[in-house]
């Protein structure tokens, strides 16, 4: 099956600790996206990569880094510089650019505790 | 800037009646627009895009959206809603010539189907 995954599911995090957040896709897409959902809200861009070993920072992309070292993955990490880090994040991937359709990953629910 | 504005955070309807998920835009340019659901804990999945083509777009489940121009509008509706129609759902605006595709969301609306 061709998709995005995401993991984990639920992740834990005591304050001041690093987590690290999986994004894999193998629909062979140039494009993946990072970004956060809070309740009520719309989502928000963290991060983006259009292609291998750049990625571009989006409109939240304080107390979070990226790398994009192989295609097929994206993944995310949560620094302890995030100040409010508990939130719902979602990876994305698209093949082309404009009005291409973005692909969307089941989610990573983080909880700090 | 570009924005999008759903008119309702929440919309309750009985199953086998009609839906109607506002949505209104503001775009200095010709904007593409998209409505995606995303049911509890779950990503998002497309249910239909504009791209300047047809005005009234279909999409998958039933769903279709109207772009009218004039109003600003991008309205999504259903003749007849199910149960599991139940979930959030985003009008989303795409910026143009950007060199990436930069999506900017709507704030949600949750709708509610009853028995």
């Known amino acids: 099956d061709g998709g995005i995954t995401q993991s984990p599911k639920y992740l834990f995090r005591k304050e001041g600790q690093n987590v690290t957040l999986s994004c894999e896709q193998n629909?062979?897409?140039?494009?993946m996206y990072w970004y956060r959902q809070d309740p009520g809200q719309g989502l928000r861009l963290i991060y983006y990569s259009q292609i291998v070993n750049d990625f571009q920072k989006g409109d939240i992309a304080e107390g979070y880094s990226v790398s994009r070292e192989k295609k097929e993955s994206f993944p995310l990490t949560v620094t302890s510089a995030q100040k409010n880090p508990t939130a719902f994040y979602l990876c994305?991937?698209?093949?082309?650019?404009?009005?291409?359709?973005?692909?969307f990953g089941p989610g990573t629910r983080l909880t700090v505790l | 800037a570009q924005s999008v504005t759903q008119l309702d955070s929440h919309v309750s309807v009985s199953e086998g009646t009609p839906v109607l998920l506002r949505c209104n835009y503001s775009?200095?340019?010709?904007?593409?627009l998209f409505w995606y659901v995303q049911h509890p804990n779950k990503g998002l999945q497309l249910l239909l895009k504009?791209?300047?083509?047809?005005?009234l777009v279909k999409g998958i489940n039933g769903f279709e959206a109207e772009f009218k121009k004039s109003e600003t509008s991008f309205h999504l509706t259903k003749p007849s809603a199910h149960m599991s129609d139940a979930a959030e759902y985003f009008c989303?605006?795409?910026?143009?010539?950007?060199?990436?595709?930069?999506?900017?969301f709507g704030t949600g609306t949750r709708l509610l189907v009853s028995p």
């Open positions: 775009s200095s340019y010709s904007p593409s």
């Open positions: 989303v605006v795409s910026l143009p010539n950007t060199g990436f595709q930069k999506l900017v």
């Open positions: 629909l062979n897409h140039d494009a």
């Open positions: 504009y791209t300047s083509a047809a005005t």
């Open positions: 994305a991937s698209m093949q082309g650019a404009g009005t291409d359709t973005q692909y």
